[in-house]
């Protein structure tokens, strides 16, 4: 049986679906090609680290806000379709870690990839 009060237990769940709700706001923004939206979801020191994307010609880290907008911004309309979804959450007051699972289809660079994989993200929570 559980040691949390209600009151933690319903933060809890909350936090839950926020980040739920965080990866969702960022695979539609990356869909929108809405550079501005998906960096809005970042904290200011973000890093955003991939393997695997050279045959694709993507960068393998973006540092700060700036760097993921201007990337995300250089995608059209629907030349990335996120789709994310099997979240493992673990929170730990105002920060948490997860992962989640990814499928994704892209036409970049006159090249169209489908692919699968994994986010491993560490959050934040700031001004709320």
């Keep these: 049986m559980s040691t949390l009060s209600l009151a933690q237990s319903v933060r809890d769940l909350l936090d839950r679906e926020e980040i739920r709700e965080l990866t969702a706001r960022y695979a539609h923004g990356v869909a929108l090609g809405d550079g501005t939206a998906v960096a809005s979801l ?23 806000r700036d760097a993921i907008t201007k990337f995300y911004a250089g995608l059209r309309p629907g030349a990335a ?5 099997n979240h493992v959450i673990q929170l730990d007051g105002e920060r948490a870690t997860g992962s989640c699972t990814l499928e994704v289809r892209i036409a970049l ?20």
């Design 81 to 85: 379709l996120p789709c994310v979804h």
């Design 42 to 64: 970042f904290t200011d020191d973000a890093v955003f680290s991939t393997e695997g994307g050279d045959e694709m010609q993507l960068p393998n880290v973006l540092r700060g």
């Design 109 to 128: 660079g006159g090249h169209s990839l489908s692919g699968a994989g994994y986010y491993e993200d560490a959050y934040r929570r700031e001004g709320g």
